[in-house]
Nanobody, 117 residues
Framework: QVQLLESGGGLVQPGGSLRLSCAAS????????MGWYRQAPGKQRELVAT??????????DSVKGRFTISRDSAKSAKNTVYLQMNSLKPEDTALYYC????????WGQGTQVTVSS
């Protein structure tokens, strides 16, 4: 069974930064894509950013230039993904979910990010 453990959410002022982390454990296929999605109240879940096991990245237009997704380079922690979020805006407020897509699709429980003055 695959488990995703997220951390790093919180309350930040507009213009501030946060770093989200997600560690996947269990039996994980080596070729996979990890990423972050978010869901604001009353809205559908949307893609934020993804990174493949080969290092290819993909970003939503709304976060390009502000968010950076990365994976841990250490072999023992290759299924750990980070989301560095800079220049945060109130519209970034949402529940952020970690995702691992391999043979199956797995989701974390979500971590709240609130951007407010």
């Amino acid at each position: 069974q695959v488990q995703l453990l997220e951390s790093g959410g919180g309350l930040v002022q507009p213009g501030g930064s946060l770093r989200l982390s997600c560690a996947a454990s269990g039996s994980i296929f080596s070729v996979n894509v990890m990423g972050w999605y978010r869901q604001a109240p009353g809205k559908q879940r949307e893609l934020v950013a993804t990174i493949s096991s080969g290092g290819s990245t993909n970003y939503a237009d709304s976060v390009k230039g502000r968010f950076t997704i990365s994976r841990d380079s250490a072999k023992s922690a290759k299924n750990t993904v980070y989301l560095q979020m800079n220049s945060l805006k109130p519209e970034d407020t949402a529940l952020y979910y970690c995702n691992l897509a391999a043979i199956k699709n797995y989701w974390g429980q979500g971590t709240q990010v609130t951007v407010s003055s």
